[in-house]
């Protein structure tokens, strides 16, 4: 049993140790916190970066293209809007040389609302990820997801960025749903990998015998199979979007959770099944609505599967306002809750054709 | 000009305070610090969701307010600052309850309405932009403002853009640079860099090759200065001196202030007393203790007076009513449905 | 008789000379050249900037909170993806504040292929702009509507965001759709607007006099009536889309051609007008096709107008690969162009539901 | 390395060429001057949608295509070019058919297939990073190929960036300055200003506060020059200089070269012939001449060679196939559908 960010900081340390990652960096990356969510404490390759965004998708570019292994951290997606650019080059860069140079690299930054975290805390940026063409875009909603994604990540020859739902981090794991190689025990994985308050001059960590696991990029997970409505998520809103598909099981409406894990490329057979058996659809995210990615998932679903719907898609996302406001109410207001979710399943449920 | 702007105005460039002077500038570094004392604890005991503060730039920032050219417009000046700048607010007469009021998000909170974290000031009235959480991004907007003011449109105010040090690796930083001092082109403009030696956990020590950061601006021709930010006698003249070339030249001046992190970070590092640090506060107790403007019993019921008076003030807006889920749509345009040209 | 540029380069002039406009500015905006499309020739309070779009937009704000009526250009919408912070403060604070600071500035770029610019000087921005609250985007398909969207944006006291249709900036407008107080004969004004080529140091333009006209934001235009089919579309897609539809005309189909203007806010009223006559709708816009804006369109008119569809709505928009190639035949291949639009038409028309 | 620059090694710094080393750099001026021609003639011809190049530039990007440690991987020189880097490539042993294949965006454009505008180089098997359109994102992207390159790693070979004088108004100059002068994180890389005092219509005056953009990298504690980029054994003088610093002690260097820009910034704005430039290949002709290295008419047989073999080139390449519409989808990933894990 761990968290997510404790799974994170294990797949980093697989890919330093087995998979040629040379770099992990990012402001407050290295020592002596190891990132502001603790996700890089006791790594051998983390390192501390100026406060320069545009300089740290630079560097894993270059770094990318001299061949070495780079994981980049934005502290939060809130401040990777000055480097949409590099972003584009990242993505572009294979394709604009004819094939020449790939450029694989990994970036993780942490996404979305639900630490009443204000306007700069909250973003989420699968919208803005999906926009930027040659990137792979994955999200776990677990921690053995966040392990086996990250991992596959690393792995890729590709860029691939690695949204992780800040809401998330800190939850810990189902037991059995666990990370290969990692003990059992909560507390003893604490005290082999977390490093201690205070002075941690002298500490390093005791890495479990980690094995790897290859979450592929591309597949979506059924969280819950059910045939009444189809919920398309990720991230944060799926362990939302089970509370309300168990809630809903007892008023007799059956609900199909689909994980999406990767947004791009995503897992469109997982959909279309899906669709056909349960004819209804709600796609949930916490990004702002207007131009929003699931709407290119109702456009596509629409186009090609229009006379399977027994209902209009709906979708329910961030409202669209310039910010995440701090107050409780401002915050609940402008993200979908679980009320909301189970609200919309069940309105898709009742709707009669 | 505020009051206690006229108060001070007569003091020499890097001379001592007069006593009414230095009782001024105690009670405001005082008044600032014992805020932040208190959105601390309202943040330990659950009233707020995150801290953020100046405890350790006190002796600049106070100065910097007193010193302000306080009115709203071209002729004032504006104060493009960092989240740690409760000292200038209050040295220009904010009321202190306004930052309990952010602190809490409650509906009353005059700075952003509960949307925004504590210290993230916004007053049109007084040329205060409002504090925007992506670092540095400040000085890029401040050209603008100080552009507005440039020499030959006859505006009496400057543009003043404050950050921290290690946001000075962001690009923004030498766009301030660039644009304000374009030869024919200088922009009126105070640059001030709090250097409290850390962003965050990362040292300032192996993140910059020059000494003092104010040595980028030297290429630029900008006139540049490094003043201990932790002696608020020494920062009311750099301050002075630095305003009084602006203000004439109207062009550019690079200013470091060399200040401490008396809190850490913010809350998410805990907020807790650091060790091996300046407290200026405490520097100019036993300043006004040895020249025997003030006595340590005078020092203590100032202290009192004012810690009752802040937590009086805390439970007021305790009670005080959150903002309604429906204002989310308050302000996203000035019109609802705005159509050109119904002017 | 004027181009769309011209048309441009006179709202600006009225912007100036009527409306308070202090500050145009821009990368190679002032003179001697006067933007690298002429929109800013013989401009009184044009100026040159450093090459520098953070600065650029960093500018504009600053102007804007000084009571200023600033209008800044990027030179193509492709430089503005390092900005995207900043258009998004620009965006957001008058909300952050609660209300106490609005930011009156228009930012004006040239946008979308046509001009076999390759990969830098192709992109398009409505589905980048329409994602950030805050901000009114607009987009002109005629020189007219240019002048009058133009002036409506710098009157507005909110950002707007001027999108300029690359491909059409030299194209001539029809006689009759022109500028009130404009010469009809495009000779005349070319004489008296145009500066000549060479040495510019003598020359001063000699301007018409110019009326006021505001273009609504936030309201539509039938480009074209129709029963069919409804076209959703805006920029060099509605000029391509009459054509299409005038051939299809002769085959039957009775195209409805909606020029939206205004792509935030966006004119629903006229969208439900359309679709409740047509029942069929296709969305043409040049933006990569993952999460675009006429998905957003597609989105709500499913949510809001399912049981008036007589067929899936369509989207025909830029393929979503990571650049648009310089060859003809590759760019052609990844943007709509008018067979593929005519298609497409067609085939919603011929579809049985 | 290159055959070029086993024939130059032995010139001493600051020094004269000699015969045939002046031969060769002559060779591969007017090669590049009239390859640039050609290029414009094809544009003008309507073979081409856009012609930007280098014309100007050849008396220093030749000697930095001479030095250029060629070959791929860390133990080369990672070189990130800006679009006027024409005479670099054919230093280095391109084929000059090659840049009249991406002018006509034939299928065969071996930079690019066909996608981008012409001088958007980009090689791998010589460590040549794709030339990107957007100004001084290269300048970010270097600080990566020379963190690989660093002390300690034993990489024998060093990043070079280079871009125009305008674009170092752009966050991204500072950028590079701030990573590559951290201390004891400094970063074996040659930063290269080509300054032809203009932005396509906006001249240097005006728009900095500086007389040389070098004096930018003072303050970071990196060693400057300013070189005559018109003058080619100067040029190769002051890069071997600095290449042998970066080479050896693995910090960094800022170099500003003050070039010309004899056919205005692109075909965009005409691709004219400038006046009031200095021409570097004329006047290194007339130093040639006045050596006795060369005579006029040995020039003028040479340029009629040269000339004659890119016509033929380009009426080769006139013939070549168009990138099918289909292939926009090559090379979108590494792999059409790569799924993790699988290696
Ligand atoms: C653009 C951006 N990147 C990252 C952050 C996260 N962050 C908040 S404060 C901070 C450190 C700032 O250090 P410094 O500029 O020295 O100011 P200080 O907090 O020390 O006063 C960081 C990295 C941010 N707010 N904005
Ligand atoms: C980020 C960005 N902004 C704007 C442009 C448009 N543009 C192309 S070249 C150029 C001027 C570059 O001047 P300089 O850096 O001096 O290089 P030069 O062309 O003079 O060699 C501009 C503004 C661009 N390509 N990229
Ligand atoms: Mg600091
Ligand atoms: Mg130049």
Redesign the pocket.
């Known amino acids: 049993m761990s968290t997510m960010i404790q799974a994170i900081r294990m797949a980093l340390h697989v890919g330093e140790t087995k998979l040629g990652v040379t770099d992990i960096f990012g ?2 990356v290295g020592p002596p916190l190891g990132g502001v969510f603790t996700g890089t404490q006791g790594l051998k390759t983390a390192w501390n970066t100026p ?1 320069d ?1 545009r300089g740290i998708i630079g560097m894993a570019i270059g770094l990318a293209l001299a061949g070495q292994k780079p994981v980049a951290e934005i ?2 997606c809130d ?1 990777a809007f ?1 480097t949409i650019d590099l972003l584009k080059i990242a993505g572009n860069t294979y394709w604009s040389s004819g094939g020449d140079w790939n450029v694989p690299l990994v970036v993780m930054t942490p996404v979305g609302a639900g630490i009443r975290g204000s306007i ?1 805390h909250s973003h989420s940026f699968d919208a803005m990820a999906t926009r930027i063409p040659g990137w792979k875009i994955v999200m776990p909603s677990t921690p053995r997801d966040a392990y086996g994604l990250l991992l596959s990540a690393i792995a890729d020859p590709n860029p691939v960025m690695f949204l992780m739902p800040k809401a998330l981090l800190r939850v810990k794991d189902k037991v059995g749903d666990d990370i290969p190689g990692a003990p059992n025990d909560d507390r003893v994985l604490a005290s082999m990998i977390d490093a201690p308050l205070g002075d941690r001059t002298q500490w390093t960590p005791n890495w479990p015998p980690l094995e790897e696991l290859y979450i592929p990029i591309g597949k979506a997970r059924i969280a819950r199979e059910g045939t009444s409505v189809t919920v398309l998520t990720y991230g944060r809103n799926v362990p939302m979007s089970l509370v309300a598909a168990e809630e809903l099981a007892a008023e007799g409406i059956d609900t199909e959770v689909i994980d999406l894990r990767s947004l791009h490329p995503y897992d469109w057979d997982a959909i279309v099944a899906s669709v056909r058996k349960t004819n209804r659809v709600l796609c949930v995210n916490e990004d702002t609505e207007i131009t929003n990615f699931g709407e290119h998932l109702i456009r596509r679903i629409v186009e090609e599967l229009f006379y399977e719907l027994h209902a209009p898609p709906k979708l329910l996302a961030g409202v669209h306002i310039p910010g995440i406001g701090l107050a409780d109410n401002l915050e609940m207001a402008s993200v979908p809750q679980t009320a909301g979710i189970k609200a919309a399943i069940a309105e898709l449920a009742a709707h009669q054709p | 000009m505020s009051l206690s702007s006229a108060v001070l105005t007569s003091v020499p460039p890097a001379g001592r305070f007069s006593a009414e002077q230095s009782l001024k500038v105690y009670d405001l570094m005082l008044r600032t610090r014992l805020l932040e004392e208190r959105l601390i604890a309202m943040y330990k005991q659950g009233d707020g969701y995150f801290w953020i503060g100046g405890p350790g730039e006190e002796a600049f920032n106070v100065p910097l307010g007193i010193l302000a050219n306080k009115g709203e417009g071209v002729d004032h000046d504006y104060l493009h600052l ?1 989240y ?1 700048s409760s000292g200038t607010l209050l040295a220009m007469g904010a009321d202190p309850v306004d930052s309990l009021r952010q602190m809490k998000n409650v509906a009353s909170d005059p700075y952003s309405k509960g949307r925004n974290f504590a210290g993230h000031f916004s007053k049109r009235a007084w040329n205060i932009v409002p504090v925007s ?4 991004v400040q000085f890029s907007i401040a050209i603008g403002t100080a552009r507005a003011q440039r020499a030959g449109t006859g505006a009496k105010g400057i543009t003043i853009v404050q ?6 690796a ?1 690009g923004d930083f030498a766009t301030a640079l660039v644009w304000s001092s374009r030869k024919g082109n200088e922009l009126p403009m105070l640059m001030i860099v ?1 250097n ?1 030696r ?3 956990s990362t040292p300032f020590a192996g993140q910059h090759g020059y000494e003092q950061v104010s040595d980028r601006g030297k290429a630029f021709g900008m006139p540049t200065a490094v003043v201990d930010g932790n002696d608020p006698e020494a920062s009311y003249a750099a301050l002075a001196k630095a305003l009084e070339y602006v203000r004439t030249e109207r062009k550019p001046y690079l200013l470091e202030a060399m200040v401490s ?1 008396l809190r850490g ?1 913010s809350s998410a590092s805990g907020a807790n007393v650091a060790k091996n640090e300046v407290d200026c506060l405490e520097r100019f107790e036993h300043t006004l203790e040895s020249r025997a403007v003030m006595t340590r019993a005078q020092m203590e019921s100032r202290r009192a007076a004012i810690t009752a008076e802040l937590l009086e003030a805390s439970r007021h807006v305790r009670d005080e009513a959150p903002p309604a889920p429906g204002t989310i749509w308050d302000y996203v345009f000035t019109d609802k449905n705005h159509v050109g040209g119904e002017r």
């Open positions: 402001e407050d406060l965004e502290q939060f401040y000055n700069y | 960092h740690r959480s992506p670092i540095e950050g921290g040090d290690a946001g000075t962001e709090t409290n850390f962003g965050i992190r970070h």
